[in-house]
T-cell receptor, first 116, second 114 residues
Framework: AQTVTQSQPEMSVQEAETVTLSCTYD???????LFWYKQPPSRQMILVIR??????QNATENRFSVNFQKAAKSFSLKISDSQLGDTAMYFC?????????????FGQGTRLTINP | GAGVSQSPRYKVTKRGQDVALRCDPI?????LYWYRQALGQGPEFLTY????????KSGLPNDRFSAERPEGSISTLTIQRTEQRDSAMYRC????????????FGPGTRLTVT
């Protein structure tokens, strides 16, 4: 079974700073996907970024980027030039590769607060 | 539709009553998932469907929980004889199309059992 661990329950930074959220996972699979989801106070679940394990290049989406270290089973999220709207819970999630989409396994989340 | 919709958004029920939660996925999405999220925790998988076939129900906590998707579109999660420990946010997600592995979540149904 796969497990996902987010070791930082809470983080707080000033607006415009860069912040990195940590995520590690445990799996015996070689092919899989990793995701970061954002859950703002509205409690919607919003897909932020994804990474395919077979790709060596780290994924980037505007101010959001990941540092994927497959051997270390690490998948951190970097938010550059943080904005007040980035305040949210962030969940790291794992999905093994199979026929079609598979279930997501989530970490416990990191509560990020961006201060003005 | 434009996104995943769920109804009702809020449900308060008395212990022992049955509840039915509905999910309407993104049009054309083949896969539909149900998750449960306790406050302050990440979502936990319950079950999922490809078309109308239930592929995995290993996350359903006990036999009071069941789900169906009879026509491969709308799905219903039913909880019989509700208990207080069933109180949580129930989330539905769908996936399909080009990025078939990306799941898009609905707003959730907050269930409170009194």
């Amino acid at each position: 079974a796969q497990t996902v661990t987010q070791s930082q329950p809470e983080m707080s930074v000033q607006e415009a700073e860069t912040v990195t959220l940590s995520c590690t996972y445990d799996t015996s699979e070689n092919n899989y996907y990793l995701f970061w989801y954002k859950q703002p106070p509205s409690r919607q679940m919003i897909l932020v970024i994804r990474q395919e394990a077979y790709k060596q290049q780290n994924a980037t989406e505007n101010r959001f980027s990941v540092n994927f270290q497959k051997a270390a089973k690490s998948f951190s999220l970097k938010i550059s030039d943080s904005q007040l709207g980035d305040t949210a819970m962030y969940f790291c999630a794992f999905m093994k590769q199979g026929r079609g989409a598979q279930k997501l396994v989530f970490g416990q989340g990191t509560r990020l607060t961006i201060n003005p | 539709g434009a996104g995943v919709s769920q109804s009702p958004r809020y449900k308060v029920t008395k212990r022992g009553q049955d509840v039915a939660l509905r999910c309407d996925p993104i049009s054309g999405h083949v896969s539909l998932y149900w998750y449960r999220q306790a406050l302050g925790q990440g979502p936990e998988f319950l079950t999922y469907f490809n078309y109308e076939a239930q592929q995995d129900k290993s996350g359903l906590p006990n036999d009071r929980f069941s789900a169906e998707r009879p026509e491969g579109s709308i799905s219903t999660l039913t909880i019989q004889r509700t208990e207080q420990r069933d109180s949580a946010m129930y989330r539905c997600a769908s996936a399909g199309g080009g990025s078939f592995y990306e799941q898009y979540f609905g707003p959730g149904t907050r269930l409170t059992v009194t």
